[in-house]
């Protein structure tokens, strides 16, 4: 018997910089509100609450708050993203852990930045690669790829809030 196995993307090896670049906000950049979309993965709310926190307390973001989706494996419909983007003038997906989650993840912070919404995705380590390939295999926004340790679930709360502030820096860029 034999089985074929169809993978619609492409993997792409890291570029000579680990594959870790973001692009970031322009200097100064301010926001009335960011949404944070949690995809429901273990402790991913955590993650974002904290990174919500970190942007405000920085001057980046008046306000957030945290979208939990239904589940993590399933994009959000059109409807939800347009109530979100609606609401917010930042949008930060995450967390991509599992093969599913991480396309989904994109997926989320891709649409809202085909609306004109700058966007960042959150995955980890062990699913950069996955969602790197889903970003180069879709015409539209491309959002930030922010990476974290895999896996977020068995972390202690120090490491939620430096983590918090690294995924800041990286996505408001070096203190001028």
């Avoid at 492409?10 to 973001?22: E, K, L, N």
């Avoid at 402790?43 to 920085?58: C, K, P, S, Y």
């Amino acid at each position: 018997m034999t089985v074929e196995v169809l993978v619609p993307f492409v993997v792409s090896a890291p570029d000579a910089t680990g594959g870790r670049q973001v692009s970031s906000l322009p200097a100064g950049a301010t926001f009335a509100c960011a949404a944070l979309v949690d995809n429901g993965k273990a402790r991913a709310g955590q993650l974002l609450t904290a990174l919500g926190e970190e942007l405000r307390d920085q001057g980046v973001v008046r306000d957030f708050f945290v979208y939990r989706k239904p589940g993590g494996l399933v994009p959000m419909e059109a409807a939800e993203r347009d109530e979100l983007v609606g609401r917010a003038d930042l949008v930060i997906s995450g967390v991509g852990d599992c093969g599913g989650c991480t396309a989904s993840t994109v997926n989320d912070a891709q649409t809202c930045g085909d609306r004109g919404v700058p966007t960042f995705t959150v995955v980890t380590t062990t699913f950069e690669g996955l969602a790197r390939s889903v970003v180069e295999q879709r015409d539209g926004a491309d959002p930030g790829v922010l990476v974290v340790d895999h896996p977020i679930w068995t972390r202690s709360p120090d490491w939620f809030a430096a983590t918090a502030k690294q995924l800041a820096l990286e996505i408001v860029g070096p203190p001028a």
